[in-house]
């Protein structure tokens, strides 16, 4: 069907929200590179049998030989872009693989990671071009985009497409300036190299080239980047090649140049031009694979591919050395071969384009110096391996390889020969169709004639052969004139520069951004908290007060907010000494606490006070196991910067506090205010918010107490730490550890508090307590025994583990919540009732109790266990050792007394 | 340590559990109704809601699955055993997570930061060690400072606005006087700065490489979803209350988000190129995918919100099997552990390696798998951007340095493996704990189930985030959801 | 009074940012302790301050004359999780000195460096 001129389509939705269609074509020019993929794909994997040794892993080989097979066929036969670009950048990776299989190779690795990097980064390119280009068409479909071809060329965002789109193809059939991965991939297995290097991979670029022929030729842009590139290619490549003492070298660059040929004559842009592009493209399909295989024999057979070592293998393997010959010659372009014919296709072309400007004189020139070069490299391959005397001191005797390695190269090379000398009855019919493919319209007249007469194109032929051989004659002077300057030129160099260069300047900024320094980190959040609320204030052109009437000052209030101010700043002022500053930041709180008295919040301030003395026995237990004093800042700088941003903070704070108190709201309290009673049956508002109201948080704070219980806990498990004997004053810390005055104190001073505890939960619901603050005051009640006591003694008393009354409270506070939801009500709804109890008479029983009960456990457990275990740390590394220690010590001191 | 048998047993029973409760709830939303729950039974704004969208649907879902992987890792590999309390830690981690993804309220969701930041901050230093310690220090400290200025931007928005739920603060700001607007969008991009610390946002993300390349595996895998709080938040918060309704503050934070993005997106994939470790490594990946995900949400389109949504589940269960696969070189490398030092032995190198070139390929965004999806998706959303050159320069770029250090990684660990007989046995890894390896490669399977699935997925997550850009119904749904009364129940 | 307030809640930021960049782990928690003072103050004055009204529902009075009880539950709240918070951050202050040898926040021993430099004097 497809030789019937249709093109054959299907699809399947993929990502819609995209246009991303999981679909194929098959059209001429699909058709054309499926065949040249598929066929020499077989006599790879034939050949390869062969080729690979028993220590290769055969399976592995394969598999990734096969996966790039079906890439490759992928990128040909894809009809949405998005997923050619897919199996483009498979074909990368598969590549990758490939030429890094003999992966003990240093040369391997680099070479694939090269080829990687560039032909990866080309696909990236190419995937910003398709994006962009199906932005402007409106869809990712090839039948579309090959349909826009005006509307592309015509819109503003064509030179980036066609700039990004090249990128990809450049890279991939290594073009200059990209083309040095190419000679570096030749690490490769030789059937990777032959059919990836040569063959295929690199011939996606050009395919790509082919694609798109409708839609992006035809401008001077075109021309100019795509034809620029492939001339400076097809000339370094060539002149490269002779220079090479590695047959797979040679042949890479020779394969550079040939795809500089095929993009070159693309860059003409002539439909003339583009179908001796596709002739080349098989042509140079057939002749450089069956190469690179006898490439491929002769390493296997020599072990070296060194042409100053291999030569005058003729008589040892007569047969390869005759198939080498044809191919060499094909490639050369001499005549009754397939070369030829694309090669004076090509040579007319480069003649019709010298009329284009006053300087397209010189295409017709360089093309000439190419193919010159180019006759001399093949005749190089073919003198120095097969002729030119005996070998030189070869690892292996060289024989013929088995008949299944050469039966490949058989095949390939009676195609060139067929193809040369018979193109209508050969060539002739894929070629019509792929032409079709690629043009998208009926193809234009063209010859496949081997003799057109006595012609311009026929004389440059002639003409580069000549100046071919007098090249090779000549090559000595040649070799020491490039091996004393341009052999030096190296792109590789610059990319490993470049590369190298990349990374330090990452680990530069890496590192100087991420110092591993907290106080840096903190310094970012905090200076861009403060810019941040900067930019949201000025972004909107609003006053920053409003006018709402303020309160008037009293005495007393100025005097306490005094007292806290120069509390707090002496906080900073004497933070060196740790004790006084952690005293100072004790009356801190203690004056917080009487704020919220004062400011009619008696909840808040029965609350600030019991943390405050749980969190200052806390730090002093802490600082006992830390230095009593902190050192000197190491430099006045990061002072004077801290200062700054600590003043900015104040003055940002302080505004943004009065830009909400010189406004006027609306809050949601008033529902709290009105239903506190009727609905949640306690007169303490705040009580009722915590547990009712707004008890999920209450249940997600018991959380976080549990969980820093816990953590202390598990933190403190197996801790070792040094404790000091002495304080920060030289003295010794007293032994006795339990004065008994403060024992017989506190053991009277339990049930008292306990009896506050219930007092202040019971009370909690209608007056100021509740279950936390309950807590607290029953965990200082606990902690004060511990403290007096001695841990060995209370917990003689107290014979259970905290874990478990964590455990508890954080289940009676989740079973009252699913109560509710057992009775068909959310989870954490309320009930209470009123009941009349014998004596006390009138008593409320609420749900939210119970829920505060959990409160309560939760807060006495996570408190008692945190502090005892951070009080049986000191225990055991005061009593273990430093007691005795101490006693000797003081023992010895009385004595020199 | 007597009941780890039963607390696993619990443990992994309420994580299952978990996970189809989450496709209960993802089936729930399949209607686009916004389901809410009244906490307490009283209604919004005045209580507590949870609500239920297509959104927290698709959140709780990822993190359970997630939590799956890394729980099986740490109990196969008896991470859980080395400290205390692994189980309770990681259930109210689980719960934190939970609760913030579902709560309507944004101080509850400051309480849930709490419990989920505390949870966190327990099993980062589960186990010990220095470098541990030294970064849970930091990470503590830093979020504490986070913390504080959450309440600071929640006040202001309480101060001005006077209400919690974030559907009512929505309702509010749409028709707040002009005056109030600078206050308010001052709070919000505070509140944008507490979320940025949380995602790990330039420059607010100094506390995360660390943190998560020193503590143990199960944790940084289960900590991937830790960033995608602060996204979630993001697209939650400020999508809302700052959405179309906002008037002149409609989406004003995006173009921070947009441009902070790109640089933590440059930024992270220069760190990857600079790691000294493979753990150091995969964090900096994390940052890259967190900095993609930015830039999705920076967009502000409900194509780039379905491309972010699409990135953000392939990003967090990939990231954790990325954790889990480098504890497991790690484990195979003995004395060279994850150091970019080549020469080690390392037993079963070659299953080893294949798998980390899988999940290399997914982490950097090559195809054929859901990494490179996802950026395709968030590109194509970007190309009606102003910005579009710019976005799809340092995606690709980034991309690109991101690919050739990951192949340099696969290359230096893998490809110079010494036989194990040329290793003193001392120095030679233990070999593959295969029960273990499960987890990784179930969460590794996310990739290509995300590619072969692309239809339905894609189709959920666009509309996810469709329904998110329609505040009006999340608006509407909430403020008029009424009581359970003794007659409806 | 509102200004007064707005100052002291700016004088402990500025006190507690100026702790919490210090470089040793005691001062940190000092000064987070003072910045979580500062928030607490600032989330209570959010419901704007009112002085001398009545803390619980007095039944026969209006609505309008207590403060506003929703900034109070939620500072309660703040206090807790944030005694919570200072617990842990000491006792891993305490772990860190353990483990790293010092309280440097970054675990390096600038004192004994600065005495080591002094004794090679």
Known sequence: MVFAGETLIQGWTWIPAIGLEFAFRLDGLALLFALLILVIGLLIIIYARYYLSKKDSMGRFF??????????????????????????????????????????????????????????????????????????????????????????????????????????VFTKSAQFPFHFWLPHAMAAPTPVSAYLHSATMVKAGIFLLARFFPVLSGTPEWTWFVGGAGLITLLIGAYTALFQHDIKGLLAYSTISHLGLITLLFGFGTQLAAVAAIFHIINHATFKASLFMVAGIIDHETGTRDMRRINGLLKYMPHTAVLAMIAAAAMAGVPLLNGFLSKEMFFDQALTASNASVWAWAIPILVIIAAVFSVAYSLRFIHDVFFNGEPVDLPKTPHEPPRFMKIPVDLLVVICLAVGIIPMFTVAPILAVAVAGTLQTTPPEYSLAIWHGFNFPLLMSFVALVLGILVYVMRKRLFEWHESGVAHWDARIIFNALLGALGTFASRVTRSFDKGSLQNASVWVIATALLAGFIGFTSVSAPLFGDRELLPVDGVSVLAIAILMIASVLTVVWHQKRLIALVILGVVGLIISLMFVKFSAPDLALTQLSVEIVTVILLLLALYFLPQTTPNETSDLRVSRDIVIALLSGVGVTLLTMAVLTRDFVPISEFFLLNSVPGGGGTNVVNVILVDFRGTDTLGEIAVLALAGLGIYAMLQGMKLHAPDKDSGGRLWNSDLHPEIMQTLTRLLLPLMLMIAIYIFLRGHNLPGGGFIAGLIASVALIVQYLSNGIAWTNDRLKFDMHWVIGFGLLIATTTGLVAMGLGYPFMTTAFTYLNWPVVGKFEVASAIAFDLGVFLVVVGATVMSLVELGKLSNQSHLSKNIEKSKAQLKSQQEAN | MGGIRLQRAISFLAVIGLVLLSAALISATSTDQYQVYLLGNWTAPFG????????????????????????????????????????????????????????????????????????????????????????????????????????????????????????????????????????????????????????????????????????????????????????????????????????????????????????????????????????????????????????????????????????????????????????????????????????????????????????????????????????????????????????????????????LSMARTGSLIFYKVLPEESVPASECGKPLNRMAFIAVIGLLLASPVLVVFAQPITAFTEATANQVFNSAVYIDAILTTPAVTEESK | MEWLISLAIGVLTASGVYLTLRAYTFPVVMGLTLLAYAVNIFLFSMGRLTVGLPAVIDKTAEVAQYSDPLPQALVLTAIVIAFGMTAFLIVLALKARGELGNDHVDGLDVESESHSNKGVK
């Open chain 2, 48 to 403: 507590i809601v949870l609500v239920l969208d297509r959104l927290s649907a698709l959140m709780v879902t990822v993190t359970s699955v997630l939590a799956v992987g890394a729980l099986w890792y740490a109990m196969t590999t008896n991470t859980d055993k080395k400290g205390e309390h692994f189980h309770i830690l990681f259930q109210l981690q689980l719960f934190g997570l939970n609760g913030a993804f579902l709560t309507g309220d944004v101080f509850n969701l400051f309480v849930f930061f709490e419990v989920l930041l505390l949870a966190s901050y327990g099993l980062l230093l589960h186990g010990n060690g220095r470098l541990r310690t030294k970064a849970g220090l930091h990470y503590v400290v830093i979020n504490l400072i986070g913390s504080t200025l959450f309440l600071f931007a929640v006040g202001v928005l309480y101060g001005v606005l006077g209400t919690l739920n974030i559907a009512d603060m929505a309702a509010k700001i749409a028709v707040a006087p002009q005056e109030d607007l600078g206050v308010i969008a001052a709070a919000g991009l505070l509140l944008l700065v507490v979320f940025g610390v949380k995602a790990a946002m330039f420059p607010l993300y100094l506390w995360m490489p660390s943190a998560y390349a020193n503590t143990s595996a199960p944790v940084a895998a289960l900590f991937a979803i830790m960033t995608k709080v602060g996204i979630y938040s993001i697209i939650r918060i400020h999508g809302t209350i700052f959405g179309s309704e906002a008037g002149e503050l409609a989406y004003y934070y995006a173009p921070w988000v947009l441009g902070l993005g790109l640089i933590t997106l440059l930024l992270a994939a220069l760190g990857v190129m600079a790691a000294r470790g493979l753990r150091e490594q995969v964090a900096y990946l994390v940052l890259a995918s967190v900095a993609t995900l930015l830039i999705g949400v920076g967009l502000m389109s409900p194509a780039a919100l379905n491309a972010t949504l699409y990135y953000l589940i392939h990003s967090t269960l990939i990231a954790g099997a990325m954790f889990l696969l480098a504890d497991v070189v790690l484990r195979g490398r003995g004395t060279y552990e994850d150091r970019f030092e080549s020469g080690s032995c390392m037993p079963n190198a070659i299953l080893i390696g294949s798998v980390f070139m899988i999940a290399a390929i997914a982490m950097t965004g090559m195809p054929p798998l859901s990494g490179f999806f996802g950026k395709i998706l968030i590109l194509s959303a970007a190309l009606d951007d102003a910005w579009f050159a710019m976005i799809t320069s340092v995606v690709l770029v980034s991309g690109l340095i991101t690919i």
């Open chain 1, 63 to 168: 598999a990734y030989l096969l996966m790039f097979m079906g890439s490759m066929l992928g990128i040909v036969l894809s009809e949405n872009l998005i997923q050619m670009v897919v199996f483009w950048e498979l074909t990368s990776l598969t590549s990758f693989l490939l030429i890094s299989y003999w992966q003990h190779r240093q040369d391997a690795r680099a070479g694939a990671r090269m080829a990687l990097i560039i032909t990866g980064g080309g696909g990236l390119a190419l995937l910003a071009g398709v994006l962009l280009l199906g932005h402007v068409v409106g869809s990712y479909n090839l039948t579309d985009v090959l349909a826009a071809g005006d509307l592309i060329r015509g819109h503003d965002l064509y030179i980036p497409i066609l700039v990004l789109v090249l990128l990809g």
